[in-house]
């Protein structure tokens, strides 16, 4: 469906509530509009509820006085909203819960978008109901036809306004990128099925929202303090692959009892399968990358392979060229670093570095035909949360002297999907990626495996054709990371 042309920059107007102009996802929505995107004007509009979500949106409004304030996102007083003053454009984005008139509609070449997220009551009903994620889809009215253009699933927060806020500004990410797709192709995908999913919880759910909002608070409360002896991950090792391993099977690794272990990637050597993991000495509260050499039923540890000012964690590990790389997560430095091994296991050299000042998790290297790119997961959002988006970036290879953002950045935008959870790897001429599932209770609930569909300069695209969650595997309330060599498989097991 074509609406626009591909060289000519998108004319982007905001309509939104004056409450809004406080809300961060705006500021995020502002942020991104540059270079193909362009801002028109921002419209505000009175706050119009139905008298059955009056009551919702009062309960979100009292909550929202309990959390840190932000400073207004625009720089400018907005322009009271007058439907027959804005002028044509490209995109209408509406931060409103009120469906769009046709009329409106009619007025942007590519139609009204919408986030339901925005509709205090579409988050409301799952979050009061106790669901530890929802989705929040992204809409399009066009003339007189709506559909979803992009959807995403978020986790839920301790109130319904905390939620609603992560959830907007997670899914500005998904505006953004459906926008510059726009730019990139000038036309409109084919829009997928809008069901009304207006639900409005009764007040008759107060109480035990009321408790649940107190249990969340606690374990966020105690979330941060660490305690003294906390075991969140082991390690298990079978014979398998990642397409078909049984994480019900294999054997358990000595868990210290001093440090916990996690992020486990394996790499084969003369016959013998190598593990390098994260480990996490309680004493020190600072990760470090060790290595061990599996055994028939067990692992026989070689020491510390990589040892930082910095916290380190996810050790990839892979070989090119007749060299061995590990790039491991340094959030703390706010860089991408890769290491060369000079001495085969325990010794390494700083090889490369990349993004300076960008913070990035669980980044992977890899190579598809003769093209290099970069996944690592973003954050833009005032949580902290890195495991939400995945962002891809064009490399020259190893040396990491040239890296381009892709243009639809974030190309994955999920809380069940976006998080690194191993490498990237081909098997019968498709290519895979791993990925975590945090829409569970607990960080690391569960492992997707994905097939990349499409990957090229302007596009990105996979979808999920395995995914483990901690009922497959006996006691265990969690499962975040997996690889496989030698005809090993190694995941990290969480414990309750």
């Given at each position: 469906m074509q609406v626009t042309s591909p060289d000519t920059p998108l004319k982007v107007h905001i309509i939104l509530r004056r409450d809004q102009l406080r809300w961060p996802s705006l500021r995020f929505l502002l942020d991104g509009l540059t270079g193909a995107l362009s801002l028109g004007q921002i419209f505000a509009a009175p706050d119009i509820r139905g008298r059955e979500g009056r009551g919702v949106a009062l309960l979100a409004q009292l909550e929202r006085l309990a959390m840190p304030g932000a400073p207004a996102a625009a720089d400018a007083a907005p322009l009271p909203f007058d439907p027959g003053a804005i002028g044509e454009c490209d995109v209408i984005v509406d931060f409103r819960a009120r469906p769009a008139s046709a009329d409106l509609a009619g007025r942007a070449r590519a139609g009204v978008w919408q986030l339901s997220c925005h509709d205090t009551a579409q988050v409301a009903g799952p979050v009061m109901q106790g669901a530890s994620a929802f989705a929040c889809r992204l809409t399009c009215r066009r003339g007189g036809t709506s559909g979803v253009l992009a959807s995403a699933v978020v986790q839920t927060k301790v109130t319904v306004a905390h939620s609603?806020?992560?959830?907007?500004?997670?899914?500005?990410?998904m505006v953004l990128r459906e926008l510059h797709r726009l730019a990139l192709t000038g036309g409109l995908p084919d829009l997928g099925r809008l069901q009304n999913a207006r639900a409005y919880p009764g007040l008759a759910r107060l109480p035990g929202y009321a408790v649940q909002v107190s249990g969340r608070a606690i374990r966020k409360l105690k979330a941060r303090i660490p305690p003294p002896r906390p075991q969140p991950f082991a390690l298990r090792a079978g014979p398998g692959d990642l397409l078909g391993f049984d994480p019900a099977s294999g054997w358990d690794i000595e868990q210290p009892a001093d440090k916990f272990r996690a992020d486990p990637f394996l790499f084969e050597r003369a016959g013998a399968v190598y593990c390098f993991y994260e480990e996490y000495p309680y004493d020190t509260r600072r990760g470090h990358i060790s290595v061990a050499r599996l055994t028939g039923n067990g692992a026989e540890v070689l020491g510390p392979a990589l040892v930082a000012p910095h916290h380190l964690s996810f050790p990839y590990v892979f070989e090119e060229g007749g060299e061995l790389f590990m790039m491991p997560e340094t959030i703390q430095a706010a860089r991408i670093e890769l290491w060369r091994c000079v001495d085969f296991p325990l010794?390494?050299?700083l090889h490369a570095t990349a993004l300076e000042g960008r913070q990035l998790g669980d980044p992977v290297l890899f190579r598809q035909g003769g093209d290099w790119w970069l996944f690592a997961n973003s954050c833009h959002d005032s949580f902290g949360d890195f495991s939400s988006e995945l962002s891809l970036y064009r490399v020259d290879g190893p040396e990491l002297n040239r890296v381009v953002p892709h243009p639809l950045n974030p190309v994955v935008v999920g809380s069940d999907c976006a998080r690194s959870a191993g490498r990237v790897f081909h098997k019968?001429?498709?290519?895979?990626?791993?990925?975590?599932?945090n829409s569970g209770d607990v960080y690391g609930y569960g492992l997707n495996l994905m097939e990349i569909t499409e990957l090229t300069d302007t596009g990105y695209a996979e979808h999920r054709v395995r995914h483990v969650t901690p009922d497959q595997i006996p006691g265990a309330i969690g499962c975040h990371h997996a690889d496989a060599a030698g005809g090993m498989f190694v995941v990290d097991v969480r414990w309750p």
């Open positions: 609603q806020a992560f959830a907007s500004e997670k899914s500005v990410q010794k390494w050299e019968d001429g498709r290519l895979y990626r791993l990925s975590q599932d």
